[in-house]
């Protein structure tokens, strides 16, 4: 039986050229035993993506005893790979070109619908959407889901790429037309993201070996259905398993199934489909693109009233001080002020204005007392809204 004991890390590549045969491509690779997962679109025959894993920068390979050990170069495959095709390929940082000056990329691609339809599944506060809407200026709807989860629903224009505007890690699922792929996020690393697309076709090479273990192991270092997996496991209470078994899927069934596999409301993949507008999503709460000062105004709103919130039991306390207490903020405020005003003071008088720490005084200074002008402000806002509340409670119970 193969056993695999090194640590891998994956390694993104493509080839280049003016035409590539996806069948030929792939027994080419087969020749080399180099473990790889190929993923192409038919409307691009000048393009096809792999994905390889590696240790110590040689590339997982399938030897003579049938074993996956690191041994292939990146340069030695990269250059293989371009000979064989007339191609430029690239391999992590590594790259070969054998493409003809004289080469046409030039591909007949159809065009896409008008809109992305986005859902991001995140544990964003609800109080920040509000302002997360204003800064993207896109009107953003929120679903609640189980526990500190949400889905996050907008659209983009034609193709452009979602903005991930929720907290990481999220889960994100995109509509485009027929396309449809799945995207987890942990950070803002792109090379650390993984995706899957159904719009894609994907085919896993491992020398030529098929339904033995050799071909077990190199689906779970470089195929799409670990993809499907680590992205299913992300999200609580999904179906890994049932996530998985959605890569052969297309269209409306992927959608559906895939959906289904993460335990979500079945209304996501309606507005995914475009079964139904946004505005009918069962539960959904719209966020529209307003002015900053507005985007604060409802995400304070929110976060005083929004008991989910990590910051809300410290949003509590300090609105009781500035609602009951408002002259301990003033306080507060004017003390912070006056020691920005003598920073700013010190950095002025200071002969040798342009030291490190005389513009660093200054800078510090001025944030302090812009900071003390927005607490007044904040608390006098409270006090105002808590003075709203009580006269609209006395106007309804008399």
């Not at 191609?87 to 790259?95: P, T």
């Not at 034609?158 to 037309?177: H, I, K, T, W």
């Not at 792109?190 to 719009?199: H, K, L």
């Amino acid at each position: 039986m193969v056993e695999i004991v090194q640590q891998w890390d994956r390694v993104e590549g493509i080839i280049i050229a003016e035409h590539l045969d996806p069948k030929t491509v792939a027994e080419f690779i087969n020749t080399t035993g180099v473990i790889a997962a190929m993923d192409w679109y038919e409307r691009t025959p000048h393009l096809i993506g792999l994905t390889l894993v590696s240790q110590e920068r040689r590339l997982a390979t399938v030897n003579d005893v049938n074993e996956i050990v690191a041994s292939t170069e990146f340069e030695d495959f990269a250059l293989d790979v371009a000979t064989e095709f007339n191609a430029e390929v690239m391999i992590g940082d590594v790259s070969a070109d054998a493409l003809p000056e004289d080469a046409d990329l030039e591909a007949e691609i159809d065009s896409a619908t008008d809109k992305t339809t986005v859902v991001e599944l995140t544990q964003t506060p609800a109080s920040s959407i509000p302002l997360l809407a204003a800064l993207e200026d896109i009107d953003i709807a929120s679903v609640q889901l189980d526990g500190d989860w949400r889905a996050l629903v907008y659209e983009m224009e034609g193709e452009e790429s979602p903005v991930l505007v929720g907290d990481y890690p999220m889960v994100l699922l995109a509509r485009n037309g027929e396309e449809f792929k799945a995207l987890l996020a942990v950070d803002d690393d792109p090379e650390s993201m993984t995706m899957f697309n159904w719009g894609m076709s994907t085919r896993t090479l491992c020398g030529g070996h098929a339904n033995d273990d050799v071909s077990r192991l190199a689906e779970e270092l470089v195929g799409a259905r670990t993809d499907l997996r680590e992205i299913a496991q992300a999200f609580p209470n999904a179906d890994a398993s049932a996530a998985e078994n959605t890569a052969q899927l297309e269209g409306v069934n992927a959608v559906d199934a895939f959906v289904r596999a993460l335990g979500i409301p079945s209304s996501i993949a309606d507005v995914l489909l475009g079964r139904i507008a946004i505005e009918d999503v069962p539960g959904v709460e719209f966020n529209d693109a307003r002015g900053i000062a507005n985007a604060i105004g409802r995400s304070v709103d929110k976060m005083l009233t929004e008991p989910e919130s990590t910051g809300s039991k410290l949003w509590e306390t300090y609105h009781k001080v500035a609602v009951e207490r408002p002259w301990i903020v003033r306080l507060a405020a004017s003390v912070e002020a006056s020691v920005g005003a003598t920073l700013i003071v010190n950095a002025f008088r200071r002969r040798n204005r342009r030291s490190v720490w005389t513009v660093a005084g200054g800078i510090f200074g001025t944030m302090m007392i812009v900071d003390s002008i927005a607490e007044v402000s904040l608390a006098k806002y409270l006090g105002l809204r808590a003075e709203r509340h009580a006269q609209r409670y006395s106007d309804v119970h008399g």
